[in-house]
Every structure is written in structure tokens, then in C-alpha cells.
Nanobody, 120 residues
Framework: QVQLVESGGGLVQAGGSLRLSCAVSGRIFTNYAMGWFRQAPGKERAFVGGISWRGGTTAYADSVKGRFTISRDNANNTVYLQMNSLKPQDTAVYYC?????????????WGQGTQVTVSS
């Protein structure tokens, strides 16, 4: 059974930082790209960032470039999203996801999400 479990969300003031973690169990992770998505109230789920299996390729949404960093620890089947200089518009539920084919597409395994709230 495949499981993706996010943690690390919470309430933070604008300008602050949070680090999200996603622990992956099951048959995926090896050779899978991992990504983070977010969904704000009333909006569609949107790509935040992705990282290839070996970590050599990363991609980010323009809205988070320079502020967010995605990384992964393959020995421990965990992917991270370091979020700095947070803004109120970063408030959303953040989801971890896995893709067998691409850093920015074909994500078909999903976690349950973790809430991030940035106060002004």
C-alpha cells in the first residue's frame, strides 16, 4: 500500500519560514519524481515545485521561486519543502505527490495535505 504523509504545516506570520515533510511508504519513491502542490480556498490545486529521483532536476512555480526549496532524502524516503519569506497568499493546503514520469506532470499518488496559514 502506498502512503504519502505530510507534516510540518501550521500558522506563521508573514516573512516567517516553515519546512514541510512528506514521508513515503510502499512501493514508490525509488525512481519517482516528487512534488508539492497547494490548494487555496476557492482555487484549483496548483503545482508548487518538483524534484527528480536523484535530485538533479528541480522545478518551481514562478510565485515561489527564490523563496521555496524542495529537497529529498532517498535513504529515508522523505521529501521536504523549505518555505521562506512566506506571504499571506501562500496560505493553502499543501499536498505531497509522486510521479513515475516527470518532475512537473503525471502526478498520480497524493498525500492528504497539510494546512499552511500565513498571517499578515
Amino acid at each position: 500500500q502506498v502512503q504519502l504523509v505530510e507534516s510540518g504545516g501550521g500558522l506563521v506570520q508573514a516573512g516567517g519560514s516553515l519546512r514541510l515533510s512528506c514521508a513515503v511508504s510502499g512501493r514508490i519513491f525509488t525512481n519517482y519524481a516528487m512534488g508539492w502542490f497547494r490548494q487555496a480556498p476557492g482555487k484549483e490545486r496548483a503545482f508548487v515545485g518538483g524534484i527528480s529521483w536523484r535530485g538533479g532536476t528541480t522545478a518551481y512555480a514562478d510565485s515561489v521561486k527564490g523563496r521555496f526549496t524542495i529537497s529529498r532524502d532517498n535513504a529515508n524516503n522523505t521529501v521536504y519543502l523549505q518555505m521562506n519569506s512566506l506571504k499571506p497568499q501562500d496560505t493553502a493546503v499543501y499536498y505531497c505527490a509522486a510521479s513515475a514520469t516527470g518532475v512537473t506532470y503525471n502526478y498520480n499518488y497524493w498525500g492528504q495535505g497539510t494546512q499552511v496559514t500565513v498571517s499578515s
